[in-house]
């Protein structure tokens, strides 16, 4: 999962746009993105926060810098265990030529110190869009943990991992009715990656825009 087989593998299947969200941190960002830039393929920078309560969330952001200033504030609110790289795996961090240039000292798995509570207005600070990821999967979801989807969150969107459960967990969770339902691969390898079957209009593809569109809540 280098920067550029990440960006050739979404161009090759016929991506318009894609996410990188690591595990708490966006340090690969910047790379991907110049490799999206280079193959005309959109690459938004962002985090996947494993929160205080063990919630997986989905963190997007207008801009590189607003990303990794989000990623100073998440270093500075987590656990710090160092690496054991012959355990858990080396923390590359890249550039857009697939060379490793840095690594990240301390383990990126343990949750933050920052609750689902707070997450979307957090992120909203930054400029960016917060929503909790894969809701219906049986953990590190917001449902398979609190068991709702409590409306002082704040959240605008929410993203399924099997788009087959929207409407069971609409029924059961109606606040569901008033948000942008997604459906992402959440791709940890190349061969995760799926055809490009899930889509939203926008007038023009940009950042922004996606944001925005995440942003809005469903009338």
């Given at each position: 999962m280098t920067p550029n087989n990440i960006a050739n593998m979404a161009k090759l299947l016929g991506f318009?746009?894609?996410a990188l969200t690591d595990h708490n941190s966006s340090l690969n960002c910047e790379a991907t993105m110049?490799?999206?830039r280079n193959i005309g393929l959109l690459v938004i920078p962002g985090m996947e926060l494993t929160t205080s309560e063990d919630i997986h969330a989905v963190c997007l952001f207008p801009s590189l810098e607003k990303a990794l200033a989000w990623n100073d504030y998440v270093d500075s609110n987590r656990i710090k265990i160092r690496n054991k790289?012959?355990?858990y795996g080396r923390q590359a961090i890249m550039n857009e030529n697939d060379e490793e240039i840095g690594?990240?000292?301390?383990?990126l798995?343990?949750?933050s110190n920052i609750s689902i509570m707070n997450a979307h207005k957090l992120v909203d600070e930054f400029g960016g869009v917060c929503y909790p990821a894969h809701i219906d999967r049986d953990s590190l979801s917001i449902?398979?943990?609190l068991g709702e989807i409590d409306e002082s969150c704040g959240f605008t969107a929410a993203e399924l991992a099997d788009s087959g459960r929207k409407d069971e967990l609409i029924k059961h969770h109606p606040i569901l009715?008033?948000?942008n339902i997604i459906t992402n691969s959440d791709a940890h390898?190349?061969?995760n990656m799926r055809d490009p079957e899930n889509y939203f209009e926008i007038d023009e593809l940009s950042i922004e825009n996606v944001i925005n569109y995440l942003k809005m809540a469903q009338a």
């Amino acid at each position: 999962m280098t920067p550029n087989n990440i960006a050739n593998m979404a161009k090759l299947l016929g991506f318009d746009v894609i996410a990188l969200t690591d595990h708490n941190s966006s340090l690969n960002c910047e790379a991907t993105m110049k490799v999206g830039r280079n193959i005309g393929l959109l690459v938004i920078p962002g985090m996947e926060l494993t929160t205080s309560e063990d919630i997986h969330a989905v963190c997007l952001f207008p801009s590189l810098e607003k990303a990794l200033a989000w990623n100073d504030y998440v270093d500075s609110n987590r656990i710090k265990i160092r690496n054991k790289a012959e355990i858990y795996g080396r923390q590359a961090i890249m550039n857009e030529n697939d060379e490793e240039i840095g690594e990240v000292e301390h383990l990126l798995l343990p949750s933050s110190n920052i609750s689902i509570m707070n997450a979307h207005k957090l992120v909203d600070e930054f400029g960016g869009v917060c929503y909790p990821a894969h809701i219906d999967r049986d953990s590190l979801s917001i449902l398979s943990v609190l068991g709702e989807i409590d409306e002082s969150c704040g959240f605008t969107a929410a993203e399924l991992a099997d788009s087959g459960r929207k409407d069971e967990l609409i029924k059961h969770h109606p606040i569901l009715n008033g948000m942008n339902i997604i459906t992402n691969s959440d791709a940890h390898y190349l061969e995760n990656m799926r055809d490009p079957e899930n889509y939203f209009e926008i007038d023009e593809l940009s950042i922004e825009n996606v944001i925005n569109y995440l942003k809005m809540a469903q009338a």
